[in-house]
């Protein structure tokens, strides 16, 4: 053999020795049709991000598009069910131009062909875990963690989402608790807004006081010198820990009463701030408070869609106060009915559908709030929907955020849509 041929063949085997194997993939196939029965056409982008395959491949490509002819799709991907970290891809049909929806697909390991539903994973499942395998890795196994969270803002016991932050004597980031209207002052308190000037009068504030009562772990109740205005401005501390109003304690007037087993034992110190409004103030009672008023937004969506929303920051609402929710909707197109819905946080206030003939809905409720929760009363009726009324309780606690949504879908896909016209809420504050 000449050097020629020997070296010739040295390269071949080299060559043969550096180019191992593709990863192992598993096929997806499937036929996919219009919910007319017709097949789909159209084109599947397939997304990922970078992760070691099962068998210790590196796959790094973050994109594939696949094109479905009569609605045959026919894929093959890396399994990711036993990949490092855990991973998916995301899925997404589009036909002639337009996003049609989205899946996420976590595909696992298989000898045979796969159907859509076999790796598609269903809403609200997590598709990938932080961590897999082995024990979690404690805080003090990072560098610099531990001093990182000790140095970061800490949250007070009146944090809430939506609120205007304080930092109170503590250093924590706090929030200011009042009425939507108020103005909050440098000391981080809250109150009407107003001057001294002017005919309005500025609120008086009592700090540290100590409430009438013998702590002894059988009394109760207790009395302030002055009736806390609003209630909401009550800041009652145990031992110098917050008090919650609803939990620890109720509030009637300038009377407290402790709740279950909170009763002040002997030796605890009760501590109050509030404010209360001055000798010369205008009386009478508070008026009414717009929380949340305006238009919504279209869908021609065959799942129920947002179409307006209103938070009512935690603590707004007391016991005693009145909450009137009104709505509007209307239906755009003549081929199909639709169904609209008002929920009060976690609980459906009423859900109906319209036919195709109901150019209007409209509708109201009111929230009568009390100390273990709120009792809802509702009415709809639309063009050709009759009257509907309805009662019913509402247990989403009062000192969180409380998210009114205002939605509506289509019975079918078609141009059609609803419209949330109009919506208001307005609380009606309980007379002290």
Known sequence: MSFHQLTCAVLAVCLAVSLPA?????????????????????????TWTP????????IATQKVTVNIRGGNLMVQLVPTTNATPAGYYTVTFTSAGNDQFTQ??????????LRVQAVMM????????????????????????????????????AWAPGRVAVIDTTGALDG???????????????????????GATSPNFTDAEVPAGTPNGSNVSFTLGAVPTPAASLALYRNGVLQKT????????????????????????????????PAGAPQGPPGPQILCSGMGTATSSTTLTNL??????????????????????????????????????????????????????????????????????????????????????AYDSLQYPIVLAFQGQMAATTTDTVTLRN?????????Q
């Open 423 to 431: 919506f208001t809420v307005v609380r009606y504050p309980a007379v």
């Open 51 to 58: 992760f070691v395959a099962g068998d210790t491949s590196q």
């Open 22 to 46: 593709g990863p192992i993939v598993t096929t997806i196939q499937d036929v996919i049709y219009n919910a007319d029965g017709t097949p789909y056409n159209g084109f599947a982008v397939i």
């Open 176 to 198: 200011i608790s009042g009425n939507v209207t108020d103005c909050v002052h440098v000391d981080g308190s809250s109150g009407p807004c107003g001057t001294t000037g002017g």
């Open 104 to 113: 996420t697909w976590a595909v696992p390991p298989s000898l045979t062909p």
């Open 246 to 277: 609803g939990q620890d304690y109720n509030v009637s007037g300038n009377t407290i009463t402790f709740l279950g087993n909170a009763a002040p034992q002997a030796g605890d110190t009760l501590l109050a701030s509030y404010r209360v409004t």
């Open 308 to 393: 307006g929303t209103c938070t009512i920051p935690a603590g707004t609402v007391q016991p005693g106060d009145r909450v009137k929710i009104s709505f509007d909707y209307s239906h755009e197109g003549t081929l199909t009915g639709y169904t609209f819905a008002v929920n009060w946080g976690n609980t459906v206030l009423v859900r109906r559908s319209g036919a195709v003939g109901d150019a209007f809905i409209s509708g109201w409720a009111e929230a009568g709030a009390n100390t273990a929760a709120c009792q809802m009363s509702v009415q709809s009726w639309g063009t050709a929907l009759t009257l509907g009324a309805g009662v019913l309780n």
């Open 122 to 157: 269903s809403p609200g499942t997590s598709p990938s875990p932080l961590i897999t395998g082995g024990s979690p890795i404690p805080e003090s196994g990072v560098v610099g963690l531990l001093a990182d969270l000790a140095a970061r803002p800490l949250e007070g016991a």
